[in-house]
T-cell receptor, first 114, second 109 residues
Framework: EPEVTQTPSHQVTQMGQEVILRCVPI?????FYWYRQILGQKVEFLVS????????KSEIFDDQFSVERPDGSNFTLKIRSTKLEDSAMYFC????????????FGDGTRLSIL | GQSLEQPSEVTAVEGAIVQINCTYQ??????LSWYQQHDGGAPTFLSY????GLEETGRFSSFLSRSDSYGYLLLQELQMKDSASYFC??????????FGTGTRLQVFP
């Protein structure tokens, strides 16, 4: 069964450094998302992406965050200058459509900011 | 508002039936999804309800009542592997999912 893959599985970074989280969505999917989950808390929406542009972003997704689909397969999340509070699990998701089409999640990248 | 509330924890024994409730605020509501998440794992899609009524998928069923702003996930014939966190998530007039607070299910032998 096709799946969303994310790399790395764990990223440790010094505060203030840039980090790029990578995702390969399911190949025929058109809608892409990033979510995050702080340890022990619920999953929170960050950004949705369709047709090579951001569809919607949350208030968490400030100027330090950006997303890119550099080629036909990868979807990346960049944090320009990381803060301690950015430590969380970051999940990429994709779906083939909107409405009733489910979003399929990757296994996540655990980001630890020191 | 768009928040969703769930019980924080539910316990049950193998073979039993358990119901996990979810209440939501109606503003901009389109449908309710359920996801399972094992510790350290990815949220895995279980079901989606856009209309009132029951959707059945094997041992799992999900119910929605739009008039009551309420839904539930029903797990039957519980197995040890069902021990996980379960999240309801609403979809509004945009694609984003807004997740509930999550319910940790512990299944005992």
């Amino acid at each position: 069964e096709p799946e969303v893959t994310q790399t790395p599985s764990h990223q440790v970074t010094q505060m203030g450094q840039e980090v790029i989280l990578r995702c390969v969505p399911i190949s025929n999917h058109l809608y892409f998302y990033w979510y995050r989950q702080i340890l022990g808390q619920k999953v929170e929406f960050l950004v949705s992406f369709y047709n090579n542009e951001i569809s919607e972003k949350s208030e968490i997704f400030d100027d330090q965050f950006s997303v890119e689909r550099p080629d036909g397969s990868n979807f990346t999340l960049k944090i320009r200058s990381t803060k301690l509070e950015d430590s969380a699990m970051y999940f990429c998701a994709s779906s083939s459509g909107t409405g009733h089409q489910p979003q399929h999640f990757g296994d996540g990248t655990r980001l630890s900011i020191l | 508002g768009q928040s969703l509330e769930q019980p924080s924890e539910v316990t049950a024994v193998e073979g039993a039936i358990v119901q996990i409730n979810c209440t939501y605020q109606t503003s901009g509501f389109y449908g309710l999804s359920w996801y399972q998440q094992h510790d350290g794992g990815a949220p895995t899609f279980l079901s989606y309800n856009a209309l009132d009524g029951l959707e059945e998928t094997g041992r799992f069923s999900s119910f929605l009542s739009r008039s009551d702003s309420y839904g539930y996930l029903l797990l039957q014939e519980l197995q040890m592997k069902d021990s996980a966190s379960y999240f309801c998530a609403r979809r509004g007039n945009t694609d984003k999912l807004i997740f509930g607070t999550g319910t940790r299910l512990q299944v005992f032998p």
